[in-house]
């Protein structure tokens, strides 16, 4: 069965504290991880798209690495404003399409 | 453009009412989404039209009913709801290339109360 599952549930660093988050995955044929931001009331903004294990994205303090089991969204140097929740989801087959399933986010407190 | 518009923003509806929750792209997107999202929990799919056909249904109850009636519009029908049925409710799109489709992009959500 197709599954995602992220930890920590929760964590809060202090800002600048440089952190983790891990995405775990079973899936039938990976066909893209996505890493989402989600702030409260409001929908989640995609951040990172990756295909394929060994690959690696970056935006700002935030940096994706894939491999054949597990993503890993790496924050350095953080700011309050990375508060948030963060989201992983892998694509999986459907009948005549594709669907996206969520892992249960990890929410991200940045203190400063 | 990244867009995904979502309205209305907030809902209050009373439990024999009818209204509809609507949701635009204009990025060329053949596939589209509704999920519902309870606090602290992660988005819940419920439907997936691909070329403007119902391609999912995961099982939702019948009083939500979906519409696609065009590339760029997605709607979702909403009568005799319940209050369980009050939630954050996500309209999503994304493109359909070859042997997958690429990242889905969300709108704001609709905030859903119902009384």
């Known amino acids: 069965e197709d599954q995602v599952t992220q930890s920590p549930e929760a964590l809060r660093l202090q800002e600048g504290e440089s952190s983790s988050l891990n995405c775990s995955y079973t899936?039938?044929?990976?066909?893209?991880l996505f890493w989402y931001r989600q702030d409260p009331g409001k929908g989640p903004e995609f951040l990172f798209t990756l295909y394929s294990a060994g690959e690696e994205k970056e935006k700002e303090r935030l940096k994706a690495t894939l491999t054949k089991k597990e993503s890993f969204l790496h924050i350095t140097a953080p700011k309050p404003e990375d508060s948030a929740t963060y989201l992983c989801a892998v694509q999986a087959r459907a009948p005549g399409t594709y669907k996206y399933i969520f892992g249960t986010g990890t929410r991200l407190k940045v203190l400063a | 453009d990244t867009e995904v518009t979502q309205t209305p923003k907030h809902l209050v509806m009373g439990m024999t009412n009818k209204k509809s929750l609507k949701c635009e792209q204009h990025?060329?997107?053949?596939?589209m989404y509704w999920y519902k999202q309870k606090a602290k929990k992660p988005p819940e799919l419920m439907f997936v039209?691909?070329?403007?056909?119902?391609?999912i249904n995961e099982s939702v109850p019948s009083r939500f009913s979906p519409e696609c009636p065009n590339s760029s519009l997605l709607n979702l029908h909403l009568h005799a709801l319940q209050p369980e049925d009050s939630a954050l409710y996500l309209c999503?799109?994304?493109?359909?290339?070859?042997?997958?489709?690429?990242?889905?992009?969300f709108g704001q959500g609709t905030r859903l109360t119902v009384v």
């Open positions: 039209y691909s070329y403007e056909k119902l391609s």
């Open positions: 999503a799109s994304s493109r359909i290339v070859g042997s997958a489709n690429t990242e889905a992009f």
């Open positions: 899936v039938s044929g990976l066909r893209g």
């Open positions: 990025m060329g997107h053949r596939a």
